[in-house]
């Protein structure tokens, strides 16, 4: 499966994006979902997942309340919403697939797309 992040964009401390990841050459329905970020300097981080059965998506604790991973398999493509946004949320952010049991863990996870920049301004 190809994968290719939309939707990043300027937006001031407080504000909203929401991204988009669009799949191709696979279906989204047959793989966990995750959605990263990698901020200058420092490594990627998985922010959030989902499980390709469905229920509740996994945050990471600095986005809970604030990010909502949603997925549409019938358009075969995930969302991302942010809200809240917080300088410290700059980042590129990616999606990426995994099928392995551990939907939870980073390693698992290919398919990297080329990302797209959310920079978040004071």
């Known amino acids: 499966v190809q994968l290719q992040a939309s939707g990043g964009g300027l937006v001031q401390a407080g504000g909203s994006l929401g991204l988009f990841c669009a799949a191709s050459g696979g279906t989204v329905r047959n793989y966990h979902m995750g959605w990263f970020r990698q901020a200058p300097g420092q490594e990627r981080e998985l922010v959030a997942a989902m499980r390709r059965s469905g229920g509740e998506p996994y945050y990471i604790d600095s986005v809970k309340g604030r990010f909502t991973a949603s997925r549409d398999n019938a358009k075969n493509t995930v969302y991302l919403q942010m809200n809240g946004l917080k300088p410290e949320d700059t980042a590129v952010y990616y999606c990426?697939?995994?099928?392995?049991?551990?939907?939870?863990?980073?390693?698992?996870?290919?398919?990297w797309g080329q990302g797209t920049l959310v920079t978040v301004s004071n």
């Open positions: 990426a697939a995994s099928q392995n049991v551990q939907w939870r863990v980073a390693v698992w996870y290919h398919s």
